[in-house]
């Protein structure tokens, strides 16, 4: 196995989605119904601020990719994650000020990690991690967050070992799907820290 890293801009990225909808289909084995949709989704995502896509290419076959973009307000997952954080309640949180300041701190400069998967027979070969560790490494923001199963999978073991806490679990996006954790992490990530703002 030779995989080299390539990014792709904006218009590669879009003409690669059905190629990397296959990637994400082989990786999670989603339901029918969420890969139709997960076109759509990507191209809007590809117009976000700050977009950046990298892919491994393995002689011609897109083993893995990963893209974010800088995070605001208006996004639906940005928002979405700053709402819950605001209105979490629990023990160590004092107030609507605290509460401000926390979401402030992990939203208010970040790189939003959409999606990160590679196929099943290129997996635990160290290709999602330089994946993630490449893109976030030229980053200015603050902070990297995102939302991962809220399960003890490689993904959060591999998110867990760059120095990603988790921010909200048990959070579902919606009563359809399944309890998500979201994560941050200050940048740039290093290995085995876990991260505090
Ligand atoms: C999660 C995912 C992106 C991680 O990518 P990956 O390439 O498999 O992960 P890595 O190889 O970089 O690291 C994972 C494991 O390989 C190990 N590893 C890292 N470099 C390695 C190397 N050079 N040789 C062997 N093993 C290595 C890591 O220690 C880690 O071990 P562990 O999972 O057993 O604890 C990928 O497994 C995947 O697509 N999973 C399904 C979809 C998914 O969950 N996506 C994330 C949604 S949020």
Not at 43 to 65: E, K, M, Q, Y
Not at 167 to 195: H, I, K, N, Q
């Amino acid at each position: 196995m030779s995989v080299c890293y390539r990014e792709l801009g904006r218009r590669e990225f879009r003409a690669a989605i059905g190629d990397l909808v296959a990637v994400y289909a082989a990786a999670m084995n989603p339901p029918e119904r969420l890969i139709g949709g997960r076109e759509a989704i990507m191209d809007r995502h590809a117009a976000s601020p700050g977009f950046r896509c990298l892919t491994a290419v393995d002689d011609g076959v897109v083993a893995g990719f990963c893209y974010g973009f800088h995070g605001e307000s208006g996004q639906w997952w940005h928002d979405m994650v700053a709402s819950a954080l605001a209105s979490r309640s629990g023990a160590g949180h004092s107030g609507p000020a605290h509460e401000s300041a926390e979401v402030a701190a992990w939203l208010d400069d970040s790189f939003e990690v959409a999606e990160l998967h590679v196929r099943p027979a290129y997996q635990g070969a160290g290709i999602g991690r330089e994946l993630l560790l490449s893109i976030t490494g030229e980053r200015d923001e603050r902070t990297a967050v995102l939302s991962t199963a809220d399960a003890q999978t490689r993904a959060r073991r591999l998110y867990r070992g760059v120095g990603f806490t988790d921010l909200l679990t048990g959070f579902r996006f919606s009563g359809a799907e399944p309890p998500y954790a979201v994560m941050g992490a200050l940048l740039p990530l290093t290995a085995d820290r876990p991260s505090e703002v």
